[in-house]
């Protein structure tokens, strides 16, 4: 899908030259991971998020899954989009990667943040994404929490979710995103 070549939707080729390179951990994250460079792989993760790819969910899944080890005891969730954008889409891609992905390890999957009605984050500038999201933690969070997202732009979403998660009672908290969109810096949380 990729590289145009028949097969697989990402081969193994693919996968090496468009992996993401090492993600510096968001505020509240102890370990932040991507598959793929977001710059490389835009038409694969735009088609996803817009619906046309959700085929491609289990296949990476998978490469997620063989890249990244499961924490043991952990409890799979995600950051939620906007409600607005998962009534529009019909689905929550970052939830559907994040169960697809507690499958393939044998983890539970649970929705563990709610995101209140907001801007998207998705278009806005680093300055703006700085500002929002704002996540409210859902339940008992568990110690051991594996955070999904789909792309880790500045970092601000994890950072929301993570503080939400840790604020809940996670004491542990791994994020694993489909693509990395931005190398520089993660932002420094205001005083």
């Known amino acids: 899908m990729l590289c145009g070549a028949l ?6 080729a693919c996968l090496r030259r468009d ?11 102890d370990s932040c991971r991507a598959l ?15 619906g046309q790819l959700r085929a491609l969910i ?11 080890p499961a924490p043991p005891g ?10 607005e954008r ?3 889409r019909g689905f929550d891609q970052a939830e559907l990667l994040a169960r697809a992905l507690s499958r393939r390890w044998r983890l539970p999957a649970r929705a563990l943040l709610r995101r209140p009605r907001g801007t998207a984050q998705a278009g806005r500038r680093a300055a703006d994404r ?14 051991v929490v594996v955070l999904v997202d789909d792309v880790v732009t500045t ?14 009672g996670a004491q542990h908290v791994v994020a694993v995103a489909l693509a990395q969109a931005d190398r520089s810096p993660r932002p420094t949380e205001p005083a």
């Open 86 to 88: 998962a009534r529009r």
């Open 19 to 29: 992996a993401a390179a090492a993600v510096v951990p968001p505020l509240h994250v």
């Open 155 to 168: 970092g601000a979403t994890l950072t929301a979710a993570a503080r939400a998660l840790r604020g809940g």
């Open 58 to 68: 289990g296949p990476l899944a998978d490469a997620l899954a063989s890249r990244s």
């Open 130 to 143: 700085r500002s929002t999201p704002v996540f409210r933690p859902v339940g008992a969070v568990p110690p």
């Open 74 to 83: 952990a409890v799979v969730t995600w950051a939620p989009t906007t409600p």
């Open 7 to 12: 097969g697989p939707p990402v081969c193994t």
């Open 36 to 50: 793929l460079d977001y710059h490389r792989a835009r038409p694969l993760v735009t088609g996803l998020k817009n």
